[in-house]
């Protein structure tokens, strides 16, 4: 017997396909990252940073910074393939590199995007366009909170509370997790710190001339005493460790319920 249009058999097809046809669509018309395609070409060759493409272009990764295992999990997503990248500007570095966010073929999904999605980089917050950056931090998130690759490393998160811990990463790009305990503005540099002892404690320093861009991405430093906040950037200081802020995104307002990534 002929199964009516109605029935429930072929109604559940009918709302599943129509959930299919939305997801598609809203992916097709909500993708964020697809930046003006800056070429193309066939990956060559692969380090933890860029890769080399078969004109001899370098092509540096943007948005990211590499762990242990950026380099591996590059060479399997890209060595042989080819590649389109995407920026808003193709400006080169001063090292001569291309920095571009670079998707395999047709996908829409940006190679940065699935090694955040994997545990395999970190967000370096050098995006500034805000529903991409938002969308790759959103990866990392994910990440994070499965414990994928570099994230299942209790220490890959460094808690403010236990500066030797930041100051054995000096030099490299960390992590950091903690209460800001005072905001202190001492000439043209403000001082969020995260211990009593100012000299020895984890600090993150903010130069007047970031201000402006904190207020008009609606944060007044002031207002970061006492709350918690994760940090990330480039690990310097000698007898307290340091994180200069070049760019808001590097920090991050943590809910009062959000579960904290550091070690107890």
């Known amino acids: 017997m002929e199964r009516n249009a109605t029935s429930p058999g072929n109604v559940t097809q009918r709302l599943q396909l129509i959930a299919i046809l939305l997801v598609a669509g809203q992916s097709a018309f909500a993708s964020p990252c697809q930046f003006e395609s800056q070429g193309e070409g066939r990956v060559t060759a692969i380090d933890a940073r860029s890769l080399r493409l078969d004109d001899g272009r370098e092509i540096r990764l943007t948005g990211i910074e590499p762990t242990a295992t950026t380099k591996q999990a590059l060479t399997s997503l890209l060595v042989g393939h080819d590649v389109i990248l995407r920026s808003a500007d193709d400006t080169p570095d001063r090292y001569g590199r291309q920095g571009a966010l670079v998707f395999v073929g047709e996908s829409d999904i940006s190679v940065q995007a699935t090694l955040l999605a994997q545990g395999d980089a970190i967000v370096s917050a050098e995006i500034a366009d805000k529903d991409c950056a938002a969308a790759l931090m959103a990866s990392e998130a ?3 909170r499965q414990k994928k690759g570099s994230w299942a490393d209790p220490s890959a998160i460094k808690n403010a509370e236990s500066p030797d811990d930041i100051l054995a990463g000096i030099g490299r790009f960390v992590v950091v ?8 503005q001492a000439g043209a540099m403000t001082y969020l710190n ?7 404690g ?29 940090v990330r950037g480039w690990a310097e200081g ?3 460790p340091r994180i200069d802020i070049r760019l808001v995104g590097q920090i991050e307002l943590l809910g ?3 579960p904290t990534g550091v070690r107890p």
């Open 202 to 230: 984890f600090a993150v320093t903010i130069s007047k001339r970031m201000v402006p861009a904190f207020e008009s991405a609606g944060i007044a430093l002031k207002s970061l005493e006492n709350k918690r906040i994760r």
């Open 256 to 258: 009062a319920n959000e």
């Open 142 to 144: 994910e990440a994070r």
């Open 177 to 184: 997790e903690g209460k800001v305990l005072s905001v202190r």
């Open 194 to 200: 995260f211990g009593r002892n100012w000299t020895r």
């Open 238 to 240: 000698n007898t307290g």
